[in-house]
C-alpha cells in the first residue's frame, strides 16, 4: 500500500492558507500552485468551499474582481492560524525525522521479522 | 482579519502575475459543456451570485487548459450538497434565509412524490391477495403475514396522508398569486401552477376514451387458493382494442407527466416575491410530511420483515376462463425479493424529508428573526 493511501490528504484549507501565503491569487491560481508543492489537485467545488469558510471565519479576504474573479489573500489572523497550524505539523514532522533517524539501524524489514 | 476586525494585508501588493497564476489564463473564454454548468446550477442563488462567476471562470481556464473535467464537476456537485446542507458564508440577509427556508420545504415535501410512486408500486402487485389478505374468504395467515397485511394498510394510509399533504401544499402555493406581478408573469405562474390540474383533467379524458373503445364485458373469472374463492376478476373486451392499448399507453405517460408537475409548482413557488409570514404554513407542512414519511419508512420495515416470514402460499386455480395468470407464490416470492430495495428508498426519503424539515423550521426562525430586527 502507497503512502498516500495509508494517510488522508492534507487539509485543503490549510494547502489553501499556504498557497494564499506565497500572494494573492484566484481560485485556478491557487490550484495550479497547491497541484506543485502538495501534489494534490483540488477541484473548483473544494477550493470555493475553503475559501468561503476561511472568508466566513475572517482567515482571507476577496480583493476587488478582475475579468470576472476575485483574487483572494491571506490576512492577518489568516497568516497567523497557518503559523499554529505549521508549528503543530512541524513538531510532529521534527519528532517523526529525529526518532525515524536514531531507529534506523535497529529496524529490520517486515517479512524477516515475519512468523514463519 | 485583526481583532477589531480590519483586514490587513500581510502579502503586500498584489501582482499581476500572481494573480493570474503560473501561465497566465487571460485571453478569450473557453466554453463551459452543459453538464459542468448544470453542476454550478446546483448550488444555492446566494452562493452562485458570490462565487458562481469565480467558478465559472474555474472551468473555463481547465477547459482552455485541456484538462478533463469529469473531477471537477464531481466536486462540484458534492461541494453543492454540502452548502446546501451547511451554508457556510451565507449572508445574514432575509432573502438569502428566505429563500432558503422555501428550498428547504420543497426538500421536505417533494421526496414524498417518490414514496407515494413506491407504494403504488407495491399495492399494484395486489400485496394482499397475493398473500391471501385478512379477508376471511383467504386462506390462514401466520403472525408475520399479518403484521405485513396490517404494515401495508398502514402504508396505504400514510400514502393518502401524502396526498392530502401535498394538495394542502398545492393550495397554499395557489394562495400566492398577488405576490407575483401582473402581466407575463403572473400568467406563467398560473400555467405553472395549475399544470397538475391539467395533467388531471386529460388523465380524466383518457380514462373515458378507454372506456368508451372497450366497454364490452366478456366475463368473470374466480382465482380459488386452497379451495376457498378470494378473488373475482372482471375482463373487458371490445371493438378497438389496438385503439384502446394506444390510450393507455398515452394514459401512462400523462400519469409520469402528471408527477413531474409537482416541479412546475415548485418553480411557480420560487418565482413569487413570499414574505417570510407566508413560509409558516409550508414550514407546518414539511413537518408533517416527516412524520409522515418516518412511519411510511417504519411500515414498510415491518411490511418486508412480515412478508418474508409468511410461508409460501399455493398457487391459484382460475375457474371458467382460459386467462392466466401468475401463481400468488411467484408474486409473494418476487415482492420479498424486493423489500429492502423498497424500504431503503422509504428510509432515503424519509431521511431527506426530515432534514428538509428541520432545515426549514431552523431557516424560518433565522429568517423571522432578521426580519424582526430589520424592522
Known amino acids: 500500500m502507497s503512502s498516500r493511501r495509508l494517510f488522508p490528504k492534507p487539509d485543503p484549507s490549510l494547502l489553501v492558507l499556504s498557497s494564499l501565503a506565497g500572494g494573492p491569487k484566484h481560485g485556478y491560481a491557487l490550484m495550479k500552485d497547491v497541484e506543485a508543492f502538495a501534489r494534490v489537485t483540488l477541484g473548483p467545488g473544494t477550493v470555493f468551499g475553503c475559501l468561503a469558510r476561511l472568508e466566513e471565519r475572517g482567515l482571507v479576504e476577496a480583493l476587488e474582481p478582475e475579468d470576472r474573479r476575485h483574487p483572494y489573500r491571506l490576512t492577518a489572523a489568516g497568516a497567523h492560524a497557518l503559523e499554529e497550524q505549521l508549528s503543530e505539523l512541524e513538531r510532529v514532522t521534527s519528532t517523526g525525522s529525529s526518532r525515524l533517524g536514531a531507529s534506523r539501524g535497529r529496524l529490520t524489514d517486515g517479512a524477516a521479522g515475519a512468523p514463519a | ?375
Open chain 2, 1 to 375: 482579519m485583526t481583532e477589531s476586525g480590519e483586514a490587513t494585508n500581510v502579502t503586500g501588493p498584489v501582482e499581476a502575475t500572481n494573480v493570474t497564476g503560473p501561465e497566465g489564463s487571460r485571453g478569450p473564454t473557453a466554453a463551459v459543456p452543459l453538464h459542468a454548468r448544470c453542476a454550478l446550477a446546483a448550488y444555492p442563488r446566494w452562493w452562485r451570485e458570490r462565487y458562481g462567476p469565480d467558478q465559472e471562470r474555474f472551468l473555463e481556464d481547465l477547459v482552455k487548459d485541456r484538462r478533463p473535467l469529469r473531477r471537477a464537476v464531481t466536486d462540484l456537485v458534492v461541494g453543492a450538497l454540502r452548502v446546501r446542507l451547511r451554508p457556510v458564508g451565507m449572508p445574514q440577509t432575509v432573502i438569502a434565509w428566505r429563500d432558503r427556508t422555501r428550498a428547504s420545504i420543497a426538500w421536505g415535501t417533494v421526496p414524498a412524490f417518490a414514496g407515494l410512486v413506491l407504494v403504488s408500486v407495491i399495492s399494484q402487485h395486489s400485496f394482499r391477495d397475493s398473500i391471501g389478505g385478512t379477508s376471511p374468504r383467504g386462506p390462514s395467515l401466520s403472525t408475520g403475514g399479518r403484521v405485513a397485511a396490517d404494515a401495508m394498510s398502514g402504508l396505504q394510509w400514510a400514502s393518502l396522508a401524502v396526498l392530502v399533504l401535498l394538495l394542502t401544499g398545492w393550495a397554499l402555493v395557489g394562495g400566492f398569486a398577488d405576490r407575483v406581478p401582473k402581466g407575463r408573469a403572473r400568467r406563467r405562474w398560473w400555467r405553472l401552477t395549475l399544470a397538475p390540474l391539467a395533467a388531471a383533467v386529460v388523465e380524466i379524458g383518457l380514462q373515458l376514451l378507454r372506456n368508451v373503445l372497450m366497454p364490452v364485458v366478456k366475463g368473470t373469472t374466480t382465482a380459488v387458493v386452497h379451495g376457498r374463492p378470494i378473488m373475482t376478476l372482471t375482463y373487458v373486451s371490445g371493438r378497438h382494442p389496438l385503439a384502446a392499448s394506444v390510450v393507455s399507453i398515452a394514459w401512462d405517460a400523462v400519469a409520469v407527466a402528471g408527477l413531474l408537475s409537482v416541479f412546475a409548482v415548485v418553480l411557480a413557488a420560487r418565482s413569487a416575491d413570499l414574505r417570510v409570514s407566508d413560509l409558516r404554513g409550508g414550514v407546518r407542512l414539511a413537518q408533517l410530511m416527516a412524520i409522515v414519511m418516518l412511519l411510511s419508512a417504519l411500515a414498510s420495515i415491518a411490511w418486508g420483515i412480515g412478508v418474508t416470514h409468511q410461508p409460501s402460499l399455493p398457487p391459484a386455480v382460475l375457474n371458467g376462463s382460459a386467462v392466466t395468470i401468475r401463481g400468488w407464490t411467484g408474486i409473494q416470492t418476487s415482492i420479498s425479493a424486493s423489500w429492502p430495495l423498497v424500504s431503503t428508498g422509504l428510509v432515503a426519503i424519509a431521511i431527506v424529508s426530515g432534514w428538509g424539515a428541520l432545515s426549514a423550521r431552523r431557516s424560518y426562525q433565522a429568517a423571522r428573526a432578521l426580519a424582526l430586527s430589520a424592522k
